[in-house]
Structure formats: C-alpha cells, structure tokens
C-alpha cells in the first residue's frame, strides 16, 4: 500500500471519531447529572425493574464514556466499535418497543436531562450514528492508537 491515504480511511476515521465524540458527549451529560435523572428516564421504558433502574442509570454513562474515548483515540477499535454498534442496536430497541407501546416516555435520555426529540426523531438520529459506528468497525483502524501499535511489533 502507498502512502497515500484512500477516502474510505479518511471516512472511517472521521465516523470514528464522529461516533466517538457522540458518545463521549452522551455520557459525560448523563455521568455530571444525579443518577436519579437517568434513572427516571429508563424507568419510563417499561423493561426493567425498579431496582435495577439505578444501577443501570450508575453504569450506562460510564460505559459510554468509556467506550467513546477508546474509539475516539483508536484503543481496540474493533472492539469498542461493536460494543457501541450493540447499544446502539439495544437503545434501538428500547425507543422502538416504546413507540410501538405508545409509551409516554417525555425524555428518552438520551443526553442526559437536557431535553429530547420525538422518539422517532431520535430513532432515526441512532440509525446514523449506527452507520458512523459500522464505518468505523470497517475502515477506522488506519490513524489510530491501534496501528501504531501495530506498526512497532
């Protein structure tokens, strides 16, 4: 291969860190605000039980901020990439199962309490960040963390 870089490296890095960045920005909105916000929003879904709404609303951001700055900077990009790729495919089926319920869900939580569009608005918002994440499991590996390494051994 060339030293020139093709445009679909150029493009999955640019998802990477696009994927990323949402990421890391839906966490770190969820982890800076009481628990007990996200906690009533995931309450509203109908799935869990009671009890398990807090330690959901505790864990959920963490693992998004997580996920979100091992994408970004390109740690185990495969990995990070399906991870967010199956919350993403989870959180989908969370706001379908609620609008095929007619649940009144007034917040989906998705970034934290700072407001909400409609479900199907977010739904289809989750299906394009879908899309970056499923570029950057494909094409994101070029400039990151995980090709340097790879280039030293």
Known sequence: MSGKCEIKEVLGLAARLAAGGVFIYAGFLKASAPAEEFAYAIESYRVLPAALTLPAALAVPWLELYL?????????????????????????????????????????????????????????????????????????????LDSLIDAHE
């Open 68 to 144: 979100g700055v091992f994408l970004t900077a390109g740690i185990f990009i495969r990995q990070s990439a399906f991870c967010v790729i199956a919350m993403l495919l989870g959180f989908e089926g969370l706001l379908l199962q609620a609008l095929v319920r007619g649940l009144p869900v007034t917040s989906c939580g998705c970034f934290g309490a700072s407001g909400s569009n409609s479900l199907g608005h977010e739904f289809v918002q989750n299906l394009a960040f879908l899309a970056l994440a499923a570029l950057a499991l494909k094409y994101g590996g070029k400039f990151s």
